[in-house]
Protein backbone atom coordinates (compact mmCIF):
# COMPACT_ATOMS: atom_id res chain seq x y z
CA UNK A 1 0.00 0.00 0.00
CA UNK A 2 1.50 3.61 -0.94
CA UNK A 3 2.42 6.28 1.42
CA UNK A 4 3.18 9.26 1.33
CA UNK A 5 3.91 11.49 4.16
CA UNK A 6 4.62 15.01 4.00
CA UNK A 7 6.44 17.85 5.90
CA UNK A 8 8.55 20.84 6.08
CA UNK A 9 5.59 23.15 6.38
CA UNK A 10 5.67 26.26 8.46
CA UNK A 11 5.03 29.81 9.10
CA UNK A 12 7.01 32.34 6.86
CA UNK A 13 7.26 35.82 6.06
CA UNK A 14 7.11 37.07 2.39
CA UNK A 15 9.87 36.83 0.53
CA UNK A 16 11.54 33.65 2.40
CA UNK A 17 12.00 30.01 1.54
CA UNK A 18 10.56 26.80 2.73
CA UNK A 19 11.55 23.04 1.99
CA UNK A 20 8.56 20.70 1.68
CA UNK A 21 9.48 16.85 1.69
CA UNK A 22 7.47 13.72 1.10
CA UNK A 23 8.50 10.56 2.27
CA UNK A 24 7.15 7.57 -0.12
CA UNK A 25 6.58 4.30 0.93
CA UNK A 26 4.48 0.85 -0.22
CA UNK A 27 6.05 0.22 -3.95
CA UNK A 28 8.51 0.66 -6.28
CA UNK A 29 8.08 4.16 -7.54
CA UNK A 30 10.39 4.05 -10.86
CA UNK A 31 7.70 4.20 -12.91
CA UNK A 32 5.36 6.64 -11.04
CA UNK A 33 4.80 10.51 -12.00
CA UNK A 34 5.39 12.65 -8.42
CA UNK A 35 3.76 15.62 -7.80
CA UNK A 36 2.71 18.19 -5.46
CA UNK A 37 -0.84 20.26 -5.54
CA UNK A 38 -2.03 22.79 -3.23
CA UNK A 39 -5.36 23.81 -1.60
CA UNK A 40 -6.23 27.78 -0.39
CA UNK A 41 -8.98 28.01 2.19
CA UNK A 42 -11.98 28.12 0.37
CA UNK A 43 -10.69 27.02 -3.27
CA UNK A 44 -9.93 24.47 -4.91
CA UNK A 45 -6.92 22.02 -5.12
CA UNK A 46 -4.63 22.89 -7.63
CA UNK A 47 -1.61 21.70 -9.35
CA UNK A 48 2.24 23.08 -8.54
CA UNK A 49 4.57 20.42 -10.24
CA UNK A 50 5.37 17.82 -11.24
CA UNK A 51 8.12 14.86 -12.31
CA UNK A 52 8.82 11.59 -13.35
CA UNK A 53 10.35 9.67 -10.56
CA UNK A 54 13.77 9.48 -12.36
CA UNK A 55 13.80 12.89 -12.83
CA UNK A 56 12.90 13.79 -15.63
CA UNK A 57 9.81 15.30 -17.29
CA UNK A 58 9.48 18.37 -14.67
CA UNK A 59 6.81 20.73 -15.51
CA UNK A 60 5.18 23.33 -13.28
CA UNK A 61 2.15 26.17 -12.90
CA UNK A 62 2.93 29.35 -13.91
CA UNK A 63 2.35 30.78 -10.47
CA UNK A 64 5.55 29.03 -9.59
CA UNK A 65 7.77 29.18 -12.48
CA UNK A 66 10.91 30.55 -11.28
CA UNK A 67 9.94 30.36 -7.57
CA UNK A 68 9.74 26.28 -6.68
CA UNK A 69 11.26 23.16 -7.91
CA UNK A 70 10.80 20.03 -7.50
CA UNK A 71 13.25 17.26 -7.06
CA UNK A 72 13.94 13.91 -5.98
CA UNK A 73 16.05 11.83 -3.93
CA UNK A 74 16.05 7.86 -5.13
CA UNK A 75 18.40 6.57 -2.80
CA UNK A 76 15.68 8.20 0.34
CA UNK A 77 12.55 7.68 -1.24
CA UNK A 78 11.80 11.23 -1.16
CA UNK A 79 10.51 14.13 -3.51
CA UNK A 80 11.13 17.63 -2.36
CA UNK A 81 9.56 21.00 -3.14
CA UNK A 82 12.01 23.48 -2.72
CA UNK A 83 9.67 26.87 -2.29
CA UNK A 84 11.71 30.10 -2.62
CA UNK A 85 10.38 34.08 -2.60
CA UNK A 86 7.32 32.78 -0.64
CA UNK A 87 4.51 35.21 -1.22
CA UNK A 88 1.44 35.14 1.22
CA UNK A 89 -0.47 33.85 -1.87
CA UNK A 90 1.02 30.39 -1.43
CA UNK A 91 -0.41 30.36 1.72
CA UNK A 92 -2.14 26.42 1.08
CA UNK A 93 -2.18 22.99 2.35
CA UNK A 94 0.35 21.23 0.04
CA UNK A 95 -0.30 17.63 -0.88
CA UNK A 96 2.10 15.15 -2.32
CA UNK A 97 0.94 12.75 -4.70
CA UNK A 98 1.80 10.15 -6.77
CA UNK A 99 0.62 8.56 -10.77
CA UNK A 100 1.18 5.91 -12.80
CA UNK A 101 2.14 7.28 -16.43
CA UNK A 102 -1.27 5.47 -17.30
CA UNK A 103 -3.76 6.95 -14.28
CA UNK A 104 -4.88 10.12 -13.15
CA UNK A 105 -3.36 11.19 -9.91
CA UNK A 106 -4.12 8.20 -7.33
CA UNK A 107 -2.35 8.61 -4.26
CA UNK A 108 -2.30 11.58 -1.83
CA UNK A 109 -0.55 12.30 1.11
CA UNK A 110 -2.14 13.83 4.30
CA UNK A 111 -0.89 17.29 3.53
CA UNK A 112 1.40 20.15 5.15
CA UNK A 113 -0.03 23.51 5.67
CA UNK A 114 2.03 26.38 4.36
CA UNK A 115 1.25 30.00 5.94
CA UNK A 116 2.97 33.39 4.23
CA UNK A 117 2.66 36.47 6.37
CA UNK A 118 3.10 39.50 4.41
Known amino acids: QVQLVESGGGLVQAGGSLRLSCAAS????????MGWFRQAHGKEREFVAA????????NDADSVKGRFTISSDNAKNTVALQMNSLKPEDTALYYC???????????WGQGTQVTVSS
Open 97 to 107: AARTYTTNWSE
Open 51 to 58: MNWSGSST
Open 26 to 33: GRTFSSYR
